[in-house]
């Protein structure tokens, strides 16, 4: 079957830098996003990986180990307005997006 | 400015009672997708749409129809046999993945309850 999983909930504070794990095990493998929802809103893109390594883009990173099956989002300089879910997604060989449950962050002072 | 339309932003369903969601984008893109959020799990694909008049049972179907007559417009009927409809509704749309970064891009979504 098809899994993708995170840690459900993460704390950290502001200024502080965190990073959300992502595991999965897809049919196929066409790259993998991260997507930031604050509560009660549609989710936005922060980032695309399908090669290995890290890209950066800003305060936020994203590292893909294709090899492992696992991926991780950095936050530096948190900020209060990084309170959110964080949602990690692969794209399968069908070229849909498998989600996985979302990782809720809260930063606190 | 571009973008996808979701409405309305709250609706509530009575027992019986067919209702649909509307989600329009005007970004050109070929690929539209609908997914339901529940508390504590993951977005999960209902439909999904990658040319006019052609569209794709996810992996939640069931109670659900939908329709592609124009390029911008991916409406979801909720029909009656859909026993458990209270959750978040997401709409997307995305041109279709070329080898190159193309991530889906999400309507405000459609909050859904049972009188």
């Known amino acids: 079957g098809q899994n993708i999983d995170q840690p459900t909930e993460m704390t950290a504070t502001e200024g502080a830098i965190v990073q959300i794990n992502c595991t999965y095990q897809t049919s196929g493998f066409n790259g993998l996003f991260w997507y930031q929802q604050h509560a009660g809103e549609a989710p936005t893109f922060l980032s695309y990986?399908?090669?290995?390594g890290l890209e950066e883009k800003g305060r936020f990173s994203s590292f893909l180990s294709r090899s492992k099956g696992y991926s991780y989002l950095l936050l530096k300089e948190l900020q209060m307005k990084d309170s959110a879910s964080y949602l990690c997604a692969v794209r399968d060989q069908s070229n849909k997006l498998i989600f996985g449950a979302g990782t809720r962050l809260a930063v606190h002072p | 400015d571009g973008g996808i339309t979701q409405s309305p932003k709250y609706l509530f369903r009575k027992e019986g009672q067919n209702v649909t969601l509307s989600c329009e984008q005007n970004l050109n893109h070929d690929a539209m997708y609908w997914y339901r959020q529940d508390p504590g799990q993951g977005l999960r694909l209902i439909y999904y749409?990658?040319?006019?008049?052609?569209?794709q049972k996810g992996d939640i179907a069931e109670g659900y129809s939908v329709s592609r007559e124009k390029k911008e417009s991916f409406p979801l009927t909720v029909t009656s046999a859909q026993k458990n409809p209270t959750a978040f509704y997401l709409c997307?749309?995305?041109?279709?993945?070329?080898?190159?970064?193309?991530?889906?891009?999400f309507g405000d979504g459609t909050r859904l309850s049972i009188l």
């Open positions: 997307a749309s995305s041109n279709p993945p070329g080898g190159a970064n193309q991530p889906q891009h």
């Open positions: 749409s990658q040319i006019v008049n052609d569209f």
């Open positions: 990986n399908v090669l290995d």
